[in-house]
């Protein structure tokens, strides 16, 4: 072996143990940087695709009221098509989630605790239609509870925004209803009225306020316009001032029903269902559902008799003729634990009917109506308040494509013998506008992305419509 061969084998020998841990030492130097490479890919991708919102832990908590902690909450980001950005203010908590702790005197004929769960969809249930059980996307959705989720879809929306000097719309999260109903059996109005006025006080000193004085602002109330609107006159039900304040008046006021004659800044907006689908998928689904249902039954009414309301006065008729007719599915509602409260009792009998009737009730509009389209039966209304001056952002103009009107010059009129004439072909063309018209009507689960939710739904409605009517103005 020559001497530099002796000197290589002896420096290969001696530094034999170093050599090892280096081979160890490189291997492990290449896992590191492959893992870090992958972490940072990792990082890129999340805050890339996911926005950070604040939603407050009340909302989320399933047995309502819960403490008022701001927690952090990831949703994905969503696409804009930049006709629109809303501003959601960002209000003291006494205005929507602090009201919350006393869920159980939010109203005082229900224990709300179980129904603001779950950002308000309520208690996940179980749906039983024609025999078939699905657990998916189904709530027990209380009819006076859409502020509350309104707020929910708007804080995740993909129009939102975070800068004010951007936004075209500001929205208030006041959770009016849900307060007015609290305050149903207060006798002082100075107290019944406080947190309208404190609300109000509190926009007057907002720098976006005075851009418009008010007039790209917006409220989505849960209640229906009566419930904001006490007059000096005539019988004291428990209504506040709030939507007859001057400021209020500048704004835009969505509601579950607004007032037909007096409500020109306000436009209604449906009342929630039970179906708060994520997917696309599980909505198609419905919609397929509905059009193969069998309904073996001509009509159907779901409600109780009305006594000492003037509108009300169809029911009695209703509820005559439907007892009286072979052809008629009735489910009368009585007080206490009734099957109209059971939302697989209600939708079993609409989705075997191919007509829903609609009578005005307490006022002019129903949550049923909604119940019936999502159930695929056609609507049958005996006031053009129950629909047609209510959801004009929502519905065909043309009321005949979905629905079928008994003016008040048509109260006699034999229901069974009415619907009876209607062409089968005509019922099945107006039958497949009702199907298509879910979507629009739905409010979906708050964390669904336009990734894999495609329909446009009642809150993107309300928002695109808005928009509209504040740039035309």
């Known amino acids: 072996m020559g001497e530099r061969g002796k000197h290589l084998y002896s420096f290969n020998f001696k530094y034999k ?55 952090q909450v990831k ?10 950005f809303v501003y959601v203010y960002n209000m003291p908590a006494k205005f929507n989630v602090d009201l919350l702790q006393d869920c159980r005197h939010l109203n005082m004929y229900t224990d709300m605790c179980p129904h603001v769960a779950n950002c308000g969809l309520g208690q996940a249930i179980d749906i039983n239609v024609n025999g078939k059980s699905s657990t998916s996307s189904w709530y027990a959705t209380h009819q006076f509870i859409a502020e509350m989720i309104f707020h929910a879809r708007v804080e995740n929306h993909p129009c939102r925004t975070w800068e004010p000097e951007k936004a075209t719309l500001f929205y208030v999260p006041f959770y009016g209803g849900l307060h007015a109903s609290s305050k149903f059996r207060e006798a002082d109005l100075v107290e019944r009225d406080r947190l309208a006025l404190e609300m109000v006080e509190y926009l007057r000193q907002q720098p976006w306020w005075q851009r418009k004085q008010g007039r790209d602002h917006f409220l ?11 007059t000096k006159e005539g019988q004291d039900f428990g209504a506040n001032c709030l939507l007859n304040l001057p400021e209020v008046k ?55 008799p009305r006594t000492g309301v003037q509108k009300a006065a169809i029911r009695d008729e209703i509820l005559r003729q439907c007892s009286s007719s072979q052809e008629c599915y009735l489910l009368k509602c009585e007080r206490g634990a009734s099957k109209c409260h059971n939302p697989s009792d209600v939708l079993k009998v609409m989705t075997k009917s191919q007509f829903c009737l609609q009578a005005p009730g307490d006022s002019f ?14 609507p049958v209304f005996f006031s053009s308040h ?7 952002w929502y519905l065909p103009q043309e009321k005949s494509e979905y629905s079928v009107y008994f003016p008040e010059e048509d109260r006699g009129a034999i229901i069974e013998e009415a619907l009876r004439k209607i062409p089968k072909e005509k019922v099945e063309k107006m039958r497949s506008t009702v199907i298509s018209l879910i979507p629009r009507l739905t409010y979906m689960h708050p964390n669904a992305t336009t990734t894999h939710f495609q329909f446009k739904d009642a809150v993107d409605i309300a928002l695109e419509q808005l928009s509209k009517h504040i740039n035309s103005n």
């Open 17 to 71: 143990p170093l050599l090892k841990y280096a081979h160890y030492f490189r291997h492990s130097l290449y896992s590191y940087l492959f893992i870090s490479i992958w972490f940072l890919l990792l990082f890129f991708f999340w805050f890339s695709s996911s926005t950070t919102t604040r939603v407050d832990s009340s909302l989320l908590h399933s047995g309502g009221g819960g403490s008022s902690t701001r927690v």
């Open 365 to 378: 509009t129903r949550r049923s109506t909604f119940d019936s389209v999502l159930a695929g039966c056609i």
């Open 220 to 230: 989505a109330l849960g209640r229906t316009a009566w419930d904001f609107m006490r």
């Open 250 to 304: 500048n704004m835009s006021v969505l509601t579950v029903e607004r007032h037909p004659w007096e409500g020109h800044n306000q436009h209604g907006i449906p009342y929630p269902s039970y179906l708060h689908p994520s997917t696309s998928l599980e909505l198609v689904r419905w919609q397929d559902k509905m059009r193969r249902a069998e309904r073996p039954h001509l009509f159907s009414f779901v409600g109780a």
């Open 75 to 84: 949703v994905k980001n969503k696409k804009c098509d930049g006709s629109l």
């Open 386 to 392: 129950t629909a047609y001056t209510q959801y004009a």
